[in-house]
């Protein structure tokens, strides 16, 4: 099942650190196969308010995602966006495609 890293941020500051974070993340990803869904963007807000900026990357499974965001060479730049940025990054496992929204009703 595909998993993603999912990261809402905000009060960015674009400077050096960002800058070197942005040209090591995607050596970071190729190993474990992960790939930018999403990465910024001017959205459409059609209901609430959205001051953020989305960030998807898709991996192979859970685990890989986890493994990306536990390795040394994600470690060793993370704080080059920590520093920079404030928000709020997750993993989460996706659905498969033929799920459907009543699945969450059913027993796990």
């Known amino acids: 099942m595909p998993a993603y890293a999912i990261a809402q941020l905000r009060d960015v500051t ?21 790939r930018f869904i999403i990465h910024g963007g001017d959205p459409e807000v059609l209901e609430g308010t959205w001051t953020h900026t989305l960030v998807v990357i898709q991996f192979p499974d859970l685990d890989t995602a986890r493994a990306w965001y536990r ?22 496992e996706g659905v498969d495609e033929d799920h459907k929204a009543t699945d969450v009703l059913e027993p796990r």
């Open 14 to 34: 674009v400077g050096a650190d960002i800058t070197e974070y942005l040209r090591r993340i995607d050596a970071t990803l190729e190993p474990f196969g992960g």
């Open 71 to 92: 390795s040394p060479a994600y470690q060793e730049i993370l704080p080059l966006r920590t520093r920079n940025s404030l928000g709020d990054t997750v993993l989460v």
